[in-house]
């Protein structure tokens, strides 16, 4: 080697960090051991499930669909809360095979993805009683728009740069159109927009927020032809950007339909009879009688607990013209259904509740779909307001905790809080008892320990309607060797400490347990806790979280119990 090459040579090794100072076998060593570690690490984490797409499908479907989220082993093994739904990964990364029972009913269920070291949040797949369609791109346009016969239910997601989705839909005159987007209750993190076109482009009707953000749209056909539906949607949480998004979070579903749709349907009692209201489109074939809502329709395949919970009530009383003043009040025993005819309309309802009784007081319209922003006060006999409230139980609805005292007669009073909706506002007003309750939730769903280690939880508890007894929490389905002591938590206690410990001697172990509390002095009071999925904040002034989910809490927690000697032995299925 020359002289001056050798110099540069030893000048460039002495430059180097002292690890790279040695031969090439040593050097050789270190990198692969580096690699190893990386490949470890890479393999060594829990799977993530963020989405499902598509989000559901029909009963006894079989399909395929793919898992969103980071799966670095393929294949995990997957926990599904319902066994009619059978879930099988296939050899591409990400992708399942899907069995729907042809029993099962219409809903959802809750699904986890897990290996050894630990399992993924829970997420949920729909279970629809309508026929499914996917979407197939490209279809930003009307002229290679996806042709879907109605009474579809689309699966759908904006996974283009600036996606719109387009579908043609044949309508027959004297029909309303149906069209209802899910996508913010899905956990999705779209803002959708949604519009119908007719053949010539005009647009016929466009809307944003109905649901929370996911949009609806009802369309009344005058004539037979050829309409479009185009979708597409802002980024959610909002960002800078002010153009449409993308990505594999936009996920959505899309009911196409011309079938009876109910918005509500209720049994009105009225001067000693009672009557079925049913109120929604598509209705005029529809017959049943009071009592009988089975072979009413369903509820047109809802996506979250909460829509179809609010569908249908009985025992309504019907508001009476003129009851805007509280000396032409109304009379009602626990709920009436009414209307708020003009901006300036309020209607009064004469209540007696029973002495030293909780109830919870609402009005359900927001929730319901009907426009308007409702205000609910509640005045004692002598006309005194004794509490208002305008919109705490979402959607715009109003909703209170309050406690009777001696036997009197209330009043409740509905009325626009802003005065400029739209009339007609249609509403429920509702005076329901509640008995002392509790809410408990857990810090997170998934739990990982190892033998001979302690893992703390942290339980929050929310107290309604007067709850004010010491609670007892315990957990349960704890498998051999990991025990968590009961607690009790006093009346005054908002949260508290639950420890899980595994002993040393304890397996590996994958499965959900349940963690509940009951009353210390009555042990039928029993409060199952778990994760609220239901979240909101606002970050700089721009809101995040979700206030509607499939579910809203997720009961039972995960436990990864870890031995680094051994495998998955123990498993729940």
């Keep these: 080697m020359h002289a001056a090459h050798k110099a540069r040579f030893y000048t460039k090794m002495r430059s180097r960090p002292p690890f790279l100072r040695t031969s090439t076998w040593t050097v050789s060593w270190v990198l692969l051991h580096l690699l190893h570690s990386v490949s470890f690490w890479m393999h060594a984490a829990a799977p993530e499930l963020q989405h499902w797409f598509p989000a559901g499908g029909q009963v006894g479907e079989t399909l ?24 099988t990964a296939e050899e591409t990364p990400n992708t399942w095979s ?32 309508t026929q499914s369609f996917r979407e197939t791109e490209a279809n930003h346009t009307m002229a290679n728009a996806n042709r879907v016969p109605i ?12 996606d719109v989705d387009t579908y043609q839909v044949a309508l027959k005159a004297g029909t309303t159109l149906i069209a209802r987007m899910d996508a913010y209750v899905l ?15 005009r647009v016929l009707a466009i809307n944003h927020d109905h649901y929370h953000l996911d949009p609806f749209i009802t369309f009344d056909v005058s004539r037979s032809d050829h309409y479009y539906v185009q979708v597409m949607g802002f980024p959610y949480p909002a960002n800078a950007s002010q153009r449409f998004g993308n990505g594999d979070g936009y996920i959505y579903q899309l009911l196409l339909t011309d079938r009876p749709y109910m918005k509500a349907s209720e049994t009105l009692k009225e001067e000693g009879s009672v009557r079925l209201n049913l109120d929604g489109w598509n209705l005029h074939d529809v017959r049943s009688p009071p009592g009988r809502s089975g072979i009413l329709p369903r509820y047109s395949d809802r996506a979250t607990e909460e829509q179809r919970r609010l569908i249908h009530m009985k025992n309504l009383s019907l508001e ?23 901006p300036e309309d309020m209607d009064w309802y004469r209540w007696s509740p029973e002495a030293h009784t909780w109830y ?21 006999e002598d006309g005194k307001e004794m509490a208002s409230n305008d919109d705490a139980a979402g959607m715009r609805d109003p909703r209170m905790e309050w406690q009777s005292k001696d036997p009197q007669t209330c009043y409740l009073r509905v009325s626009s809080l802003l005065k400029s909706s739209q009339p007609p506002t249609r509403y429920r007003v509702i005076a329901r008892p509640m008995r002392p309750s509790c809410h408990l939730t857990l810090e997170s769903e998934r739990l990982n320990i190892q033998p001979g280690d302690s893992q703390e939880l942290k339980l929050s508890i929310q107290r309604t309607f007067g709850h004010s007894k010491p609670i007892l929490i315990k957990a349960l389905h704890l498998p051999p060797g990991v025990s ?3 607690v009790t938590a006093e009346a005054n206690q908002k949260e508290i400490l639950l420890v899980f410990h595994a002993a040393h001697s304890s397996r590996s172990y994958q499965g959900p347990i349940r963690i509940m509390g009951v009353d210390l002095d009555n042990r039928w009071n029993q409060y199952v806790a778990g994760k609220e999925t239901v979240t909101t904040s606002v970050n700089n002034g721009v809101p995040n979280g979700y206030l509607d989910q499939v579910f809203t809490k997720v009961l039972d927690p995960w436990l990864t119990l870890t031995s680094a000697s051994e495998g998955m032995d123990n498993e729940e299925p």
């Design 151 to 162: 009474h579809r239910m689309i699966h759908g997601r904006l996974s283009e740069r600036q």
């Design 360 to 380: 919870q007081l609402e009005v359900q319209s927001g929730r319901l779909g009907y426009e308007g922003d409702c205000l609910l006060k509640l005045y004692s």
């Design 98 to 129: 899907v069995e729907i029972g042809k029993n099962i009913p219409p809903g959802s269920v809750l699904i986890r993805l897990f290996n050894k070291e630990g399992a993924s949040q829970a997420r949920w797949f729909l279970i629809n009683e």
């Design 320 to 342: 009476k013209e003129p009851n805007d003043r509280l000396e032409t009040a109304t009379g009602i025993s626990q709920a009436a259904r009414g209307s708020l005819d003009h």
């Design 484 to 486: 968590m002591p009961l």
């Design 187 to 201: 956990g999705s993190t779209v803002d959708p927009l949604m519009r119908l076109l007719n053949a010539d482009g």
């Design 64 to 87: 395929t669909v793919t898992s969103v989220g980071k799966n670095n082993d393929w294949p995990p093994k997957i926990w599904v809360s319902n066994p009619e739904v059978r879930f």
